[in-house]
């Protein structure tokens, strides 16, 4: 009954939906000159050309222009006026506005060139799917040392820690846990897995462009998997990045890193790009005085090698990365008689290739082939209990995207997929004397098609289904998914969408908080995949503020309703705990609402507040998600000087309490955690070549100070370490350079 009442939401949606949208996307911009005083002029009749082609268009009187997207990549779009330098922007697929600043040849003889002059963050306006933009610019306002610590100026995503003994990140999204958010790399599956429990943390935030945050269902073009949502990573690319970036980075907890890439075209068709990253973290801290380390000590080796071949006929991208990680936990005093140690080693592999034809000059109509294969091998335990893990995946994609008729209003994305799987698991509590073995290998091959109608500039309407077959669940997996996205006035945007999403479980790799923990584990029979419904809507209303000043405020909702879902049972019994299929409810319900404004020149003001409610039925009835945070309330400060040569960025975060376990509250004499503040600053000095930034996080210095049950007695049976809510690192000052040569013609 329920799956013919989200069939009914999605059929009604499109039968409300008028055809108006686009034939092919669209970038808008604006040029700008800078006076003698650095105040910012329009400069009309400029013109902003795709660099290596002769497509390009002049700006109106007021520098404003419009121009087609050339392909489904990210390209280089140069603006120039007689008496002018060029300049040149990297616009990504997610793109939609664009700004250059040119300076008189006379002028630039004393003044430094201005590179970065993005927003922070913004959301999509062209995309039917509701997507915040994670711009690079963003990325820069924080440390931003890996993925996980990408989301602090973002309410859409909470990160936390899983447990006071691993040291992994967890986020959420919509009010449920990161498992049911596909992890892309560039449109690729990644983190998936075993290697999902620690991979926020295997992808350096500076080898980033850019971050994009979708929810909802999203395409089915990636899989079945995304059930709140999908985040997709775009790295930097080998043929419009630097020849070399650095970036070192040290604060005073004893953490050092460094990043280094290099980008080399070796000529008109070839190029790539070397990453690499070192970090340790190298002394344990005990700031809230119980004994035990508060993240683990680590050391992680990452390299990574990507290349671009691009010809009339064929583009061809592929790459590799490997990855190294140690971390060591547990009490202070390994010295002492029976201590409890934790020691976790990560080791990672993967290669990619992705091969497109295409069949027009645009790349509108293309034949595309995407594989991926990943390796993952994690080795660890956790005082008595022992948890060994390999897996062995392969994800290969055919495409074919065409259009029923020639002004490509009515498009259309046609392929199979095959998945594989092979997991070696071994959990075993030599305390009670059990083990689990995971030994599984899991085949999915399916076939999907999705349609999308543009009419024109001010609707969108992107429907898919998808039907997979999956061995290991032996079920043939049905996936409906519809977004709809429209303009009814200039700067008014409505989205709503409605799909369905599935989850094969990893018991231990996806909880991996439990093994910190003192009590018996206990697994039912006939674990079963996760199934699940997401409906959404959305409204943006962009607007202006003088000439060259921009804003939005923006509200959503989405609910996700699962038909059957992997429960983790922490209140059934104080002796264990029990983890089983779903056995009545279990629903969110998750509110936004962002706002940003440029009150003058320079001077960004963005705040954002997210208000959750999560319940799912358990032992003790139909209950109040446990260790969820019910809001978020963040404010941003973000403010530069001409030429940004000093940029300035603060950062206030409120976030709300949530329900206590049943045993937690009963020995901390309290059922919710409190609600606390965070607060995060950086001054950044630009030079030529190189950026100096200072920051401070959790200026506050708020952790939690009980954050281990029974931290004195860690092998009995009442020891929990896996109720976190709050920080478990104080105050962190921090100190970095990024250091960059630019290519010949950037100089």
């Avoid at 009339?312 to 009490?331: C, M, P």
Wanted: hydrophobic share 35%; proline share 3%.
């Amino acid at each position: 009954m329920k799956n013919i009442q989200y069939i009914f939401i999605i059929l009604s949606v499109l039968a409300l939906c008028s055809p108006n949208a686009v034939a092919q996307k669209s970038i808008t911009g604006k040029i700008f000159s800078i006076d003698g005083k650095g105040n910012k002029n329009p400069l009309g009749f400029a013109s902003a050309v795709w660099e290596k082609t002769n497509i390009g268009v002049s700006a109106d009187e007021n520098g404003n222009f419009t121009i087609k997207r050339i392909s489904d990549e990210t390209a280089n779009l140069v603006a120039s006026f007689v008496g002018y330098t060029n300049d040149t922007l990297a616009v990504v697929l997610e793109a939609e506005e664009v700004e250059f600043v040119l300076y008189e040849i006379s002028q630039l003889l004393n003044e430094a060139n201005v590179v970065a002059r993005q927003k922070g963050s913004y959301i999509s306006k062209l995309s039917p799917v509701m997507t915040e933009v994670i711009t690079a610019a963003g990325l820069s306002k924080l440390a931003c040392c890996n993925l996980a610590e990408s989301f602090e100026n973002s309410a859409s995503v909470s990160v936390g820690y899983s447990d006071a003994v691993s040291g992994a990140r967890q986020i959420r999204m919509l009010g449920l846990a990161g498992t049911y958010v596909q992890m892309l790399d560039e449109n690729i599956p990644t983190l998936r897995g075993t290697a999902s429990t620690y991979g926020l943390s295997f992808t350096p935030g500076q080898w980033l462009e850019s971050i994009q945050v979708s929810k909802g269902t999203s395409s089915v073009l990636n899989g079945y998997e995304a059930i709140t949502g999908q985040i997709n990573v775009e790295h930097r690319k080998p043929d419009n990045s630097e020849p070399l970036f650095v970036n070192l980075y040290a604060d005073d907890d004893i953490r050092f890193e460094a990043n280094i890439t290099s980008a080399l075209k070796l000529n008109d068709k070839l190029s790539t790009i070397i990453f690499t990253h070192g970090s340790t973290d190298a002394k344990a801290h005990d700031d809230n005085n119980d004994g035990f380390i508060d993240t683990p000590k680590k050391k992680q080796i990452n390299v990574g090698n990507r290349w671009l071949y691009s010809a009339d006929k064929i583009i061809v991208h592929f790459g590799y990365r490997f990855l190294t990680e140690n971390r060591e936990s547990g009490q202070m005093h390994t010295d002492m008689p029976s201590a409890y140690i934790s020691n976790i080693k990560n080791k990672h592999f993967n290669a990619y290739a992705k091969i497109g034809f295409p069949l027009n000059e645009s790349g509108s109509h293309s034949i595309g082939f995407i594989t991926s294969y990943a390796y993952h091998r994690q080795n660890s335990y956790f005082g008595k209990k022992t948890y060994d893990a390999r897996q062995n995946s392969l994800i290969s994609n055919i495409l074919l995207q065409s259009s029923f008729d020639s002004a490509e209003k009515h498009r259309y994305t046609a392929g199979a997929t095959f998945s594989h799987d092979n997991y070696n698991e071994l959990f075993a509590d030599s305390k009670f004397s059990n083990s689990w073995n995971g030994n599984r290998t899991e085949n999915t091959s399916g076939v999907f098609a999705q349609y999308t109608l543009k009419p024109n500039d001010n609707f969108d309407l992107l429907a898919g289904l998808r039907i997979d077959r999956n061995n290991l669940y032996k079920e043939t997996l049905v996936t409906p998914r519809m977004h709809v996205r429209y303009n009814f006035a200039k700067n008014s945007t409505i989205r709503a969408s409605a799909g369905r999403g599935f989850y094969s479980p990893n018991i231990i790799s996806s909880n991996i908080g439990i093994l910190a923990t003192g009590r018996k584990i206990t697994v039912d029979e006939n674990i079963k995949m996760e199934k699940a419904w997401t409906a959404g809507a959305s409204f943006t209303q962009n607007f202006k503020i003088g000439e060259d000043r921009n804003g939005y405020v923006s509200f959503d909702f989405f609910h996700t309703d699962f038909q059957n879902q992997t429960v983790v049972d922490v209140e059934e019994s104080a002796e264990y705990i029990r983890i089983g299929n779903l056995n009545g409810k279990s629903y969110s319900n998750s509110y936004q609402a962002d706002f940003s404004i440029e009150p003058f020149m320079r001077f960004n003001i963005f705040a954002t507040f997210r208000y959750s409610q999560t319940k799912v039925e358990m032992s003790r009835g139909l209950v109040e998600k446990p260790l969820v945070d019910r809001f978020k309330a963040l404010v941003n400060l973000a403010y530069s000087t001409k030429f940004e040569k000093w940029k300035f960025d603060f950062t206030a975060q409120l976030n709300g309490g949530s329900r206590l376990p049943f045993y937690a509250a009963q020995i901390w004499k309290k059922e919710r955690s409190k609600s606390y503040p965070l607060f995060f600053a950086q001054i950044t000095k630009k030079y030529k070549n190189f950026d100096v930034y200072l920051g401070c996080e959790n200026i506050g210095n708020y952790i939690q100070k009980q954050a281990i049950i029974n931290a004195e007695n860690p092998f009995d049976d009442k020891f929990d370490a896996s109720v976190i809510y709050a920080p478990l690192m104080g105050r962190k000052i921090y100190l970095g350079i990024r250091f960059k040569i630019k290519g010949t013609e950037e100089l």
